[in-house]
Every structure is written in structure tokens, then in C-alpha cells.
């Protein structure tokens, strides 16, 4: 049993990870509980799945544009200063959010706006943070080190949504964005008692980079790098067919509203059902260091990822747009089950493809190719929500939810035909 628990061996030699890691999971917490009351505020402002859906693509937008020029400053700048300062804006923008809860603006267009601008702060920190972890620990331990990263956040996407859920119902969205605002003081401490980390100086990043001025051609230095690496570009592309083309998380309000019944409580129900299949994924993850060939690992989590999504909207088509008063319990119950088989092959996917970034990009690079993984892990979902959001609209979310999950696994294995080397790539001997 103790072989097939979590390795836990980052938190036992790097303190500094240790307190990152409890920073991040209990600000991850506070995030989660916003994500899924933002949605349910709009969808109680508007009656929209579409308008939530638009969500992601006010977050894409700044993602993008800034994702990759965060990552340039991680290459450039001490990477503690660069994640310290846009924690220090996310923070200011989470209590933005609660003010006008307070308030009771009632404006989705102020929403908007907010959240495009924590997507920008964001898509500066989190290369940051993510590029920090390969300097607190040996590379033999980035599997372990990431399925413990994958655990916290999933614990955090599970908690939040239930609570923020039954903050909505039982208070309202101010203290629920208060209590985000509270809990984000956890990361900007663990950063906080972080050393200095600038960065290690290699072929294209002269000691001096620091002090050169950052813009497109430093961009462009990591966009040609990563044109030249098959292996690091393949594992965004097949992350992209999943996300894009597959993710559910904007058809939980309807679902839970017009299908399956409990209105808030069966959508925070839902999301932790999600959340949850990666905590299983990853509190189980002992043998995942002694898995070796990560490209196939990652085309068979996909592949589970596609079929555990068109199976959730084949609950929904079965179901039927019935608008229960009560809730259905069977339904539910099948709908956390492919939620749940969702959550655990993302899991899986997100360790191995994180550590193929961390193992086999040179740390000069790191920063630039971080941002581009932000955009992909981040920006993917936010457009995959605009995509089945739409689709909803011109089927129904439960066919949108069948159609995303066939076409993510069949543009997976095509992208995977394309690069064989992806298929045979083994960590032992990392390559690019």
C-alpha cells in the first residue's frame, strides 16, 4: 500500500517547496470557490449558459497576450520578485470582485472585466511559480513533485465549488469572494519566504539577460525554441484537442438547473465530483515514478478524458431537459461517475506533461515555455467553455458534451500519428 500512496519525499527535502506547496493548495481553495460563483452569478444575472461561457473568453484574451511575455520575464528577472508582484495584483483584483458584490452592482459587464484582468496577473504568475519548482528540486523527483502539485489543486476543486456553492445558497457572493480575498494571503506568504532565484544563465541567456530589456524577440526566442522541440510542442497540441474541443465545466449550471435538479448544490456537487477523481488519481500516484514512457501514459489519460466527458452527456440525453423539481439522484450519481473518470485521466495527463516541461527544457528556456503551457492549461479550458457553451446553444448540452468528448480523442491520436517520437519518449533519457 505505501508503494501505491503519493511520494512524498519533495515535501520532506525542500522546505521551501513545502510551504509553497501548503501556500498554493489553500489559495487554490479560496480561487475555486470564485470560479464557480462568478459562473453562478452571471448565469443568475443573465440565465445564460452561453454568457458564461463567455467567461473564457474574456480570460482568453489577456491570457494569451500576456502568457507568453510573462514568461519571457521569468527568464529575464528573479522569478521570486516576478510571482510577488502579480500575487500582489491577483489579491488587489480578488477584493475588486468582492466589492461589487457588496455593492451589488449587478453588472455582468463589470465581471467581465475583472476577470480579464486576474487572467492577466495570472498568466505573469503562474509561469513563475511553475518555473520555480524545478530549482527547490532534483529532476527525479518532478513526477512526484507534480502528482503532489495535481493532488492540492484538486483537493482545492473540490472544497471550493461545494463551499462556494453553499455560500451562495446560504449567504450570498460577497462573502464568498471575501473569503477568496483572505484565503490568497496563504500564497503571497509562501512566496514571500521564498530565496532569491534568478535565473541560471545557458546558451541563449547571457548572465546579463536580466538587464536587458524584455519584448517580442525574447517572446520570439522561445517560440522558435519551441518549434525546433516536437516532443514539448506535441504534449501542448494533444492537451489542446482535450481541453478546446471537451471541457464541461460551463454546462454545469444548466445541467444541474434543467436536468438533473438542486440548482447551486448539485453544481458544486458536480465540479467536486470532477475534482475528486484527480485527488484518487493522485493520493494513488506511487507508481506513476516508475512510468517511464510518458508520451503513451498521456494519449491513454486523453483518450479516458474524451470517453468520461461523452459519457456525462449521454447521462444528460438520457435525462432529458425535464426540469425536475427535485433532484435526480441516479442521474447525479452517474454524472459524478464520468465527472470523476474526467478528473482522474486529467490528473494523469497534467503530471506527465508537466514533468516532460520541467525534465526536458533547459532552465533558460523555462520561463518562456512555462507561458506557453499557461496559455494551453489555462487558456484551453477557457476557450473550450466559449466552444461547448456554443455548442449547447445549437444542440443541447448533453450532445455538445458527446460530440466534444468523441472529437477530442480522435484529434489526440491523430496529433499523436504525427509525432511517433512523442509516442516513444522515455523520461529516463529526456528529449525535447
Do not use: K
Not at 491523430?414 to 523520461?427: K, Q, S
Amino acid at each position: 500500500m505505501p508503494r501505491l500512496l503519493a511520494d512524498l519525499t519533495p515535501l520532506r527535502v525542500s522546505p521551501e517547496y513545502r510551504r509553497l506547496w501548503w501556500g498554493l493548495g489553500v489559495s487554490n481553495l479560496g480561487a475555486q470557490l470564485t470560479v464557480v460563483a462568478v459562473g453562478l452569478q452571471v448565469y443568475e444575472l443573465t440565465g445564460s449558459t452561453l454568457a458564461v461561457g463567455t467567461l473564457g473568453l474574456f480570460a482568453l484574451v489577456p491570457l494569451v497576450a500576456l502568457g507568453l511575455y510573462g514568461g519571457a520575464l521569468v527568464d529575464h528577472y528573479d522569478r521570486r520578485r516576478v510571482s510577488l508582484l502579480a500575487s500582489a495584483v491577483l489579491w488587489l483584483v480578488t477584493a475588486a470582485i468582492a466589492l461589487q458584490a457588496w455593492l451589488d452592482v449587478g453588472s455582468v459587464g463589470l465581471l467581465y472585466g475583472l476577470v480579464a484582468l486576474q487572467s492577466a496577473a495570472f498568466a505573469i504568475n503562474n509561469p513563475a511559480r511553475s518555473a520555480i519548482i524545478p530549482r527547490l528540486l532534483p529532476a527525479s523527483l518532478m513526477p512526484a513533485a507534480n502528482a503532489l502539485q495535481t493532488l492540492a489543486f484538486n483537493v482545492a476543486l473540490t472544497g471550493g465549488p461545494l463551499l462556494g456553492a453553499a455560500l451562495v445558497a446560504t449567504a450570498d457572493y460577497a462573502v464568498a469572494y471575501t473569503l477568496d480575498a483572505l484565503m490568497f494571503t496563504a500564497a503571497l506568504w509562501a512566496v514571500w519566504r521564498l530565496p532569491a532565484l534568478p535565473p541560471e544563465p545557458g546558451e541563449t541567456a547571457p548572465a546579463a539577460a536580466g538587464r536587458r530589456r524584455v519584448g517580442l524577440r525574447s517572446v520570439l526566442e522561445g517560440l522558435q525554441f519551441l518549434a525546433t522541440r516536437p516532443n514539448l510542442r506535441t504534449s501542448f497540441l494533444v492537451d489542446l484537442c482535450a481541453m478546446v474541443l471537451a471541457f464541461p465545466r460551463v454546462l454545469w449550471p444548466a445541467a444541474a438547473v434543467l436536468y438533473l435538479g438542486g440548482g447551486e448544490t448539485t453544481t458544486g456537487v458536480l465540479a467536486a465530483a470532477f475534482a475528486a477523481g484527480g485527488i484518487l488519481a493522485t493520493l494513488f500516484s506511487g507508481p506513476l515514478g516508475r512510468i517511464h514512457r510518458h508520451g503513451r501514459a498521456i494519449a491513454w489519460a486523453i483518450t479516458g478524458w474524451g470517453v468520461s466527458v461523452a459519457g456525462f452527456g449521454l447521462v444528460l440525453v438520457l435525462v432529458g431537459r425535464t426540469q425536475p423539481q427535485g433532484v435526480l439522484l441516479g442521474a447525479v450519481v452517474l454524472a459524478c461517475v464520468a465527472l470523476g473518470l474526467a478528473g482522474g485521466t486529467d490528473a494523469l495527463s497534467s503530471v506527465f506533461r508537466q514533468s516532460i516541461l520541467q525534465t526536458a527544457a533547459p532552465d533558460h528556456m523555462r520561463g518562456r515555455l512555462q507561458g506557453v503551457f499557461i496559455v494551453v492549461v489555462a487558456g484551453g479550458p477557457r476557450l473550450g467553455e466559449l466552444v461547448m457553451g456554443a455548442g449547447s446553444s445549437w444542440f443541447t448540452e448533453g450532445w455538445a458534451a458527446v460530440v466534444g468528448g468523441v472529437a477530442s480523442v480522435a484529434a489526440m491520436w491523430v496529433v499523436v500519428r504525427l509525432n511517433p517520437r512523442f509516442w516513444r519518449y522515455d523520461a529516463r533519457s529526456p528529449q525535447a
